[in-house]
Nanobody, 115 residues
Framework: QVQLVESGGGLVQPGGSLRLSCAASGSIFSMNYMGWYRQAPGKQRELVAIMVSGGMTKYADSVKGRFTISRDNAKNTVYLQMNSLKSEDTAVYYC?????????WGQGTQVTVSS
């Protein structure tokens, strides 16, 4: 089973940007989809963005126009570019991958948006 390791989180001011990375231990080429979820304190984990194997993407309404998901198959890495960050984007961000009925999660990376 592939392992996922997120990086790139941190503290940023409102209006700032961050890029999260999710490095997979194996090939992501055959994944049915890969994506990002987030969980804020006291809230349920929610979808942020996913990319299916054909390249189609889906975003949560709250991040459309601000976040962009992308992948580099050669590096087995998925990215989440986050611009115009808001305080409500503060959460632990998790990378996920799905293939053949099996879902894998990373350990998460904290993103805090605060002045």
């Amino acid at each position: 089973q592939v392992q996922l390791v997120e990086s790139g989180g941190g503290l940023v001011q409102p209006g700032g940007s961050l890029r999260l990375s999710c490095a997979a231990s194996g090939s992501i080429f055959s994944m049915n989809y890969m994506g990002w979820y987030r969980q804020a304190p006291g809230k349920q984990r929610e979808l942020v963005a996913i990319m299916v194997s054909g390249g189609m993407t889906k975003y949560a309404d709250s991040v459309k126009g601000r976040f962009t998901i992308s992948r580099d198959n050669a590096k087995n890495t998925v990215y989440l570019q986050m611009n115009s960050l808001k305080s409500e984007d503060t959460a632990v961000y998790y990378c996920t991958a799905f293939r053949a009925g099996s879902t894998t999660w990373g350990q998460g990376t904290q993103v805090t948006v605060s002045s």
